[in-house]
């Protein structure tokens, strides 16, 4: 067995997210195969008081942390955090509105940073954290955990292969059926324009998420070219005027694996409708890859996906009949499949890696770029302080009306990255 080497995270907020992403940060990571890696935590920082801190730490942190590895600060701010000596890498889970002042404040300190999608507000953002971090030749990767799953490698690996012929179309869709006006107070990040509220940053992410690793990151990549965003249709929240249903269609100058043609996807995202409304996959596959050989069905939230089916085509110009010989793939998951990221960024990390190849910096560029455009079609502005590439800058002020920021910001978007009992029933 080869040397498990230590790895020590920073835990920057604690809200749904950071708890969820913790607990499955702390799981053995040999009950998965890994046995080159062991996570631990050693500090948690809340910007609202210790206190919350100390809570995250005897909650989430001490219950599952080996005793060996106990020892964990509190910090009741997040510059106290990053100054900490006893941290490799920092986990930012705040909102995305305050992803770049946040990741900014780590990289200024010398970390490492794994830092929630959105990335950030925009792709001018973007651009200048990963800047940063190789100037200051630093390990930051966007936390996009869906990429890491063994389902969507292995969906990546037919189309690569070829299992599918030449992919020239993907539809992806994450809507969540809660009607704002019932679920949502106007301060609720979901839909508060001053916390980059709105479906599209916040779930659109997960099928702009499987259009990219499906289109584009399957192509070589000195053959990726980022798509043109052909039309939008943007739905606002009548009381805050975020976007409450966005659609996208989007071609990819390339189709895949070889380039033959162009390809189109249509990725969507809404509150009031849901992808699969009793959760039991009855209304169909949440994602559909489309090539001409045949096409893969993803099942499960898009986020959490938990199984694939392989649908080839029938050549009835040969006289082929009867039933299609599909493949059904399922996946389990313990817990809720976080650590499959923190494992990447891990190795990243301990290997001197300044990006992780399944999802590099260029690539969340692009998608990056992709939201500023659907949202300058669609007419969706954030509010300039926001937006602002200004470091540093006290974002507190934009906070007003909602109350706890650290303990709520996720909490929200958390309830639809849990999985169903319908899911859960199926692994």
Known sequence: M????????????????????????LIDPQTRGTTDILHQVTAVASSSSIESAKKF???????????????????????????DPTVDIIYVATPHSHHYQNVMLC????????????????????RILYQTAKQKKLFLMEAV????????????????????????????????GSPPEENFPVSNRMINKDLAGGCLLDLGIYSLTWVFQTLYHTLPPDQRQPPTVKGVAMTPEPRTGADEMTTMLLEFPKSTPTG????????????????????????????????TKGEIQV??????????????????DKGEKGDAEVSEFEFSIEGHGM??????????????????????????TAIMDVMDEVRRQGGLEYPSEIESTEYPLDL??????????????RSVSSRYKQPSNAIQQKM
């Open 2 to 25: 080869s040397k498990q080497t230590p790895i020590r995270w920073g835990i920057m907020a604690t809200g749904g997210i950071a708890r969820t992403f913790t607990k499955d940060l």
């Open 57 to 83: 730490i005897s909650d989430t942190v001490a219950p599952r942390q080996h005793e060996d590895n106990a020892k964990c600060s509190a910090y009741g701010s997040y510059a106290d955090l990053v100054k």
């Open 107 to 126: 990289l200024e300190a010398n970390k490492a940073v794994l830092c929630e999608k959105a990335f950030t507000v925009n792709a001018d953002q973007a």
């Open 145 to 176: 955990w869906t990429r890491y799953f063994p389902l969507s490698i292995s969906v990546r690996k037919h189309i690569t292969s070829g299992d599918l012929g030449e992919v020239l179309r993907v539809s992806a869709d994450l809507s969540v």
């Open 260 to 291: 033959q043609t162009t390809a189109h996807a249509i990725a969507t995202t809404a509150l009031r409708v849901d992808y699969d409304p009793d959760k039991l996959d009855s209304a169909g596959p949440a994602i559909r890859i489309q090539g």
């Open 299 to 316: 099942y499960g939230p898009p986020y959490r996906p938990s199984k694939y089916t392989l649908i080839p085509c029938r050549n009835r």
């Open 339 to 364: 650590y499959w990221e923190a494992d990447e960024a891990a190795r990243c990390w301990r290997d001197g890696k300044l990006e992780s190849e399944a999802m590099s910096w260029e690539e969340s």
């Open 396 to 409: 507190k002020r934009k906070d007003s009306g909602y109350r706890n920021r650290d303990s709520e910001a």
